[in-house]
């Protein structure tokens, strides 16, 4: 299938969605994940309207900006290793994975200016998962005060690979939950008005759960690894 099929596809479902939870759809960004894909379906992406992409690997960014530029919103959405981050500071807007304070002191190192993070939480409490518990994100957001260069935008979890629906829209409440808990501290560091949650099978329920951004992968550009026929 075409992506510009598939966004028109997705994009009514978020209409749908935004109606009957009382939502604006101006609200919602749909992040294109390209990780499995070759750059040329990237930019039928780009070409569909897309206007955010997401990848997981420092290599494998940079070399698809390469390609496409850096009109794209580019955003690093995988669990990032420190000795990586100086690849990536100053070629993404926004960094999904914060979840230690070794890595917001990297950030903070090799960056110029305050760069856009999301703090991940393991909202699923599997122990696969990358991100902190609910009980440390309060804590950590006080951390963050010694990094000038770190601003929180929001947060950022992953649900459990369910059909259970309801285990997954607890997960996306309560990171909702917990962006009030941290929007109430104040803290001038870390406005966190954003919510990035929601992936191929289950945006729906995050935009019901109030996403703003929805990583879309495997619906949207497809999941086949490179080569010819991707
Ligand atoms: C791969 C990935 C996605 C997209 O997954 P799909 O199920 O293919 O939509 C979203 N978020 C993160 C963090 C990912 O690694």
Request: aromatic fraction near 4%.
């Amino acid at each position: 299938m075409d992506v510009q099929t598939q966004l028109r596809h997705i994009n009514e479902e978020i209409i749908e969605v935004c109606k009957k939870s009382g939502r604006n759809r101006e609200e919602i960004s749909i992040i294109a994940v390209t990780k499995y894909v070759t750059p040329e379906r990237a930019k039928e992406a780009l070409d569909a309207g897309i206007v955010h992409l997401g990848e997981n690997r420092d290599d494998e960014l940079l070399r698809k900006q390469e390609i496409l530029g850096s009109d794209p919103v580019w955003h690093f959405i995988g669990s990032l290793q420190s000795r990586k981050v100086k690849n990536i500071i100053g070629k993404v807007a926004y960094i999904h994975s914060l979840d230690r304070l070794s890595l917001a002191k990297e950030i903070d190192k090799r960056a110029s200016s305050a760069v856009d993070c999301f703090v991940q939480v393991n909202t699923s409490m599997e122990p696969s998962k990358h991100g902190l518990t609910r009980e440390e994100v309060v804590p950590f957001l006080k951390e963050l005060k010694s990094f000038p260069n770190i601003r929180v935008v929001g947060l950022m979890t992953m649900a459990p690979h369910t059909e259970d629906e309801e285990q997954i829209r607890s997960c996306f409440r309560l990171l909702r939950t917990l962006r009030q808990e941290v929007q109430a501290l104040k803290l001038p560091y870390a406005p966190c008005h954003e919510l990035s949650m929601g992936m191929s099978n289950d945006y729906k329920i995050a935009v019901e759960e109030g996403a703003t951004f929805i990583r879309i992968g495997s619906s949207l550009v497809g999941n086949q690894t490179g080569g010819a026929n991707s």
